[in-house]
């Protein structure tokens, strides 16, 4: 079945790097944008970055601007956020999510704590 | 960059009744792309409308989008005990997430 699983989250020090990764099946991943969205504790969902299907085209949100950077691999059909100088306010779980006009396929999320 | 103001922040009712969200942009929205979620505790978001007015894959025909420019309206019709969650509208032109709108059982 269509399937996003996230990986990689977990406590982290402040100004610390964390890669997460997300493995897709079901689909051909190939065919689609992907997402990273992001929810800090008892707070609402904030879009992160997004990428083209072939990786051409990458936009992040002002917030992670700098400091993060999404990626693929197709062939392994796996999604990537690479973030770096991690703050206390960007603890929140992570989740990916397939781009099809509207997020139409999410994982279940990864937690990333940010704290000393 | 477009600002989404979701209203009521919390909407108390009954099984049963008429659920009427609102989402506000502080700025036109192009072509309507404007997308609709709900989360309940604990899960993941589940896309419900795109395109403003366009039910996603699987979703009850209770769920309703309308709207353009910058005033948009989730309606559900008739409430379920399922259907009790925080709801979410989001542009992508660029991308936006209003703060929601929790729907708690009155």
């Known amino acids: 079945q269509v399937q996003l699983v996230e990986s990689g989250g977990g406590l982290v020090k402040p100004g610390g790097s964390l890669r997460l990764s997300c493995a897709a099946s079901?689909?051909?991943?190939?065919?689609?944008?992907m997402t990273w969205i992001r929810q800090a504790p008892g707070k609402g969902l904030e879009w992160v970055a997004y990428i083209s299907q072939s990786g051409g085209a990458i936009y992040s949100s002002d917030s992670m601007k700098g400091r993060v950077t999404i990626s693929r691999d197709n062939a392994k059909n796996s999604l990537y956020l690479q973030m770096n100088s991690l703050r206390a306010e960007d603890t929140a779980v992570y989740y990916c999510?397939?781009?099809?006009?509207?997020?139409?396929?999410w994982g279940q999320g990864t937690t990333v704590t940010v704290s000393s | 960059e477009i600002v989404l103001t979701q209203s009521p922040g919390t909407l108390s009712l009954s099984p049963g009744e008429r659920a009427t969200l609102s989402c506000r942009a502080s700025q036109s929205v192009s072509s309507n792309y404007l997308a609709w979620y709900q989360q309940k505790l604990g899960q993941a978001p589940r896309l419900l409308i795109y395109?403003?007015?366009i039910r996603a894959t699987g979703i009850p025909d209770r769920f309703s989008g309308s709207g353009s420019g910058t005033d948009f309206t989730l309606t559900i019709s008739g409430l379920e005990a399922d259907d009790f969650a925080v709801y979410y509208c989001?542009?992508?032109?660029?991308?936006?997430f209003g703060q929601g709108t929790k729907v708690e059982i009155k």
């Open positions: 989001q542009q992508y032109s660029p991308w936006t």
């Open positions: 079901g689909f051909t991943f190939s065919d689609y944008y």
């Open positions: 395109r403003a007015s």
């Open positions: 999510a397939r781009w099809n006009e509207g997020m139409d396929v």
